[in-house]
């Protein structure tokens, strides 16, 4: 069982940064994937960007040259650097765990943290 709790959201004006924080309850180099997710008014959650435990990461498009995906395996954290924020960034964004257990792979998902982007 991963248990994710997410911080660092609320509102910016459009064109700053933000940055979110999910802490993992279990040693996150067990945990194959991370990523950030985000769903809007509306939409389904779609990938934001996510980081493997080799270090690899993939970007949305919409993400790319903005957000910035790290892993912290001392303090069990993912984080996501996010500049230049527009409007049509605004959403709940989730933090995703992929677990690799024998059986197959698990996905946890976090509570959310709303991110607006406004003036």
């Known amino acids: 069982q991963v248990q994710l709790v997410e911080s660092g959201g609320g509102l910016v004006q459009p064109g700053g940064s933000l940055r979110l924080s999910c802490a993992s309850s279990?040693?996150?180099?067990?945990?194959?994937?991370l990523g950030w997710y985000r769903q809007g008014p509306g939409n389904v959650r779609r990938p934001v960007a996510t980081?493997?435990?080799?270090?690899?990461?993939d970007y949305a498009k919409s993400a790319e040259g903005r957000f910035t995906i790290t892993r912290d395996n001392a303090k069990n954290t993912v984080n996501l650097q996010m500049t230049s924020l527009k409007p049509g960034d605004t959403a709940v964004y989730f933090c995703?765990?992929?677990?690799?257990?024998?059986?197959?792979?698990?996905?946890?998902w976090g509570q959310g943290t709303q991110v607006t982007v406004s003036s």
């Open positions: 995703n765990a992929e677990v690799d257990y024998p059986s197959g792979i698990k996905s946890y």
């Open positions: 279990v040693d996150i180099k067990s945990i194959y994937q």
């Open positions: 980081i493997r435990n080799t270090g690899g990461t």
